[in-house]
């Protein structure tokens, strides 16, 4: 993919250009004359990917990705119990009403399906959804904006750490490195000391 999976979704479902976050002041910055679906494909977007990125973590859900394609209900499978609460936060952020929300979420939802399996390889498994959406994680929450707080809805602080949102030439490099640290990790997993 040329673009990231971000870029790549805004352009096909044709919203406006995507704005990184201030990491100083974690706010999107502002420009006069918005386009009035800038902030909800601003909140949407991000939110959605974020919340794939965090669904497939486990072999459950990435499985569920890798499978069920035809999935008529994104929004429950990625949220939960929480996809009232999700849709409420981007229709508060954005200004839309909840039935414009939930309607455009379900379509970027299934976006972010297609584009994933059109880049993984034709004989997947669930450690290439895993790995799409690791590679793809710093680059989607430099544009998740704060006030959303999905990282509280879902219980995940790394969503909306600030730090994760935060870009460039040392960013970069320390973001690897944690990418790398954890990858170690998760591939040595050490079996518990046992106790005294």
């Known amino acids: 993919m040329s673009s990231s999976a971000i870029i790549h979704i805004q352009e096909n479902l044709q919203y406006p250009p ?10 999107v910055p502002k420009m006069e004359n918005e386009p009035t679906d800038q902030s909800f494909g601003q909140a949407a977007i991000p939110s959605i990917l974020a919340s794939f990125c965090n ?22 499978t990625i949220f939960g119990q929480k996809q009232q609460e999700a849709i409420g936060h981007i229709s508060d952020y954005s200004g839309q009403s909840s039935e414009y929300t939930l309607l455009h979420l379900q379509a970027i939802a299934k976006e972010v399906v297609k584009i994933v399996k059109e880049q993984l390889p034709e004989n997947a498994v669930a450690e290439d959804i895993k790995d799409f959406f690791k590679n793809e994680k710093n680059d989607i929450l430099t544009y998740l904006p704060a006030e959303i ?35 170690t990790k998760e591939k040595e997993k050490l079996p518990e000391e046992p106790e005294n």
């Open 55 to 76: 669904y497939v973590e486990s072999d459950e859900g990435a499985l569920t990705v890798l499978n069920n394609h035809q999935q008529k209900n994104w929004l429950k």
């Open 18 to 27: 995507l704005k990184k976050i201030d990491p100083n002041t974690q706010q």
């Open 149 to 183: 707080q999905l990282g509280k809805l879902l219980d995940d602080d790394s969503l909306d750490d600030e730090t994760n949102k935060m870009t460039g030439g040392l960013s970069g490099l320390v973001h690897s490195i944690g990418s790398a640290f954890v990858s």
